[in-house]
């Protein structure tokens, strides 16, 4: 089934530690997004990528770090800068073209030991 | 950045009982969409809207495009139990790489 795949599903922190957090697109969609989600709140954007190679800070990009080297895979690494990364992650991706509407994963919840 | 004002934030309905919640916002989008996200989920899209004015229906669900391309709508008649959920609203601006604005959600809970 073509779809957006994250994981894993659940993840911890140690202080200091950076991790990843995977996200894997088959619906050969040129643009993805990451986005993190607190408690009663929306979703606020952290990074986006229209294209290979190339991407953006969004408006919370401070403590993150992402890399575009392939058009499926766009993979999000929280820092040792965040200083509070507890939170759920949610991957997106729409076709590229202007407009469309945007797919989402399952999401990632990272808690901190 | 900015986040669109989206209400109620919650809200108890019984079932059988019809829904409107709607969202706000101080500039125009060029796109509106609603979503639904369950709990340790991703959201789902139920319905996008593309011009201003546009009533668009999706089953039970009804959205429509605010004239003033500043506000949204959405409707949800009969509830039942598996509405539960939270609710978004999102905007999209032309020119800016699909990137979304979401609202604060409306989370909705029904009572048999």
């Known amino acids: 089934d073509g779809g957006i795949t994250q994981s894993p599903k659940y993840l911890f922190r140690k202080e200091g530690q950076n991790v990843t957090l995977s996200c894997e697109q088959n619906?050969?969609?040129?643009?993805m997004y990451w986005y993190r989600q607190d408690p009663g709140q929306g979703l606020r954007l952290i990074y986006y990528?229209?294209?290979?190679?190339?991407?953006q800070k969004g408006d919370i990009a401070e403590g993150y770090s992402v890399s575009r080297e392939k058009k499926e895979s766009f993979p999000l690494t929280v820092t040792s800068a965040q200083k509070n990364p507890t939170a759920f992650y949610l991957c997106?991706?729409?076709?590229?073209?202007?407009?469309?509407?945007?797919?989402f994963g399952d999401g990632t919840r990272l808690s901190i030991l | 950045g900015q986040q669109l004002n989206q209400s109620p934030q919650s809200m108890f309905i019984q079932e059988g009982e019809d829904v409107s919640m709607n969202c706000t916002s101080s500039?125009?989008?060029?796109?509106w969409l609603w979503y639904k996200q369950d709990p340790g989920e991703g959201p789902v899209l139920l319905i996008a809207l593309y011009k201003a004015g546009e009533l668009t229906s999706n089953g039970r669900l009804t959205a429509q495009f605010g004239i003033t391309r500043k506000d949204s709508f959405l409707n949800i008649s009969a509830s039942i139990p598996s509405d539960v959920g939270i609710y978004f609203c999102?905007?999209?601006?032309?020119?800016?790489?699909?990137?979304?604005?979401f609202g604060t959600g409306t989370r909705l809970q029904v009572t048999l």
């Open positions: 990528s229209q294209i290979v190679n190339d991407f």
């Open positions: 997106a991706s729409t076709p590229g073209t202007e407009l469309r509407p945007q797919h």
């Open positions: 619906l050969n969609h040129d643009a």
């Open positions: 999102a905007g999209q601006r032309a020119g800016t790489a699909s990137k979304l604005t």
């Open positions: 500039s125009i989008f060029n796109t």
